[in-house]
């Protein structure tokens, strides 16, 4: 069974400017989760998909963060204009149901 | 905001030995897991514990829960080189869709 994909692996970008990731769940996966993760820290939650529906998105920062699962699989999560601050680890994350989830690679993100 | 406190926040062993790291937590919960990640790579989903629970074993892994100190612990038994990595205790309510992660453990076991 093929794991949730992520891309790209590493993104180095100046502050101001845009960013996008993308993530491909585990197939059959109706849930989708993405989190991010900072230097020695557990990854937080920024938002939660059941299907194409965002049901749980309290943690991202809505001026500047947006997501979208377009017909509940693979979804993109996009950040507009990034600042030093985002600089992370962005980690993607299905379930197939409740408690068990399964991560992706991650998206190293650098913002100089 | 992280739910979980991990401690000991770093810990080095030498391979072959047993490692103990336990997770402190604020709020009921519905289960506990635990997820290992190795430098650079995703989480690994590595065993559940329900809150009705108080024991669980799985290959070298073994975990227990107090619910009423709101405390859990993970002992690696015959720890491995392979072992090194971090380890993240994640608490979850009723419902099950959300995790709430700790700051982890950072495991070195040594040959």
């Known amino acids: 069974e093929a794991g949730v994909v992520q891309s790209p692996r590493y993104k180095i970008i100046e502050k101001k400017q845009p960013v996008a990731f993308w993530c491909n769940p585990i197939?059959?996966?109706?849930?989708l989760y993405w989190y991010r993760q900072n230097l020695g820290q557990g990854p937080e939650l920024l938002i939660r998909?059941?299907?194409?529906?965002?049901?749980?998105d309290s943690q991202l920062p809505k001026d500047r963060f947006s997501a979208e699962r377009l017909k509940g699989v693979d979804s993109t999560l996009k950040i507009q204009p990034a600042e030093l601050g985002d600089s992370a680890v962005y980690l993607c994350?299905?379930?197939?149901?409740?408690?068990?989830?399964?991560f992706g690679p991650g998206t190293r993100l650098t913002v100089t | 905001s992280q739910q979980g406190e991990e401690d000991p926040q770093a810990l080095s062993i030498q391979e072959g030995e047993n490692a103990t790291m336990n997770c402190s937590y604020k709020?009921?919960?519905?289960?506990l897991q635990w997820y290992r990640q190795n430098s650079g790579r995703g989480l690994v989903h590595l065993i559940l514990?329900?809150?009705?629970?108080r024991e669980k074993h799985s290959g070298r892994l073994r975990v227990t829960l107090d619910t009423s100190k709101k405390s859990s612990s993970l002992l690696i038994t015959a720890s491995r080189a392979a072992d090194t990595a971090s380890y993240f205790c994640?608490?979850?309510?009723?419902?099950?869709?959300?995790?709430?992660f700790g700051a982890g453990t950072i495991l070195r076991v040594k040959s």
């Open positions: 998909y059941e299907n194409e529906e965002a049901v749980d």
């Open positions: 994640a608490t979850s309510t009723v419902g099950g869709n959300k995790l709430v």
């Open positions: 514990i329900r809150s009705n629970e």
């Open positions: 197939s059959g996966h109706n849930t």
């Open positions: 709020t009921s919960i519905n289960n």
């Open positions: 994350a299905s379930s197939p149901r409740a408690y068990e989830q399964y």
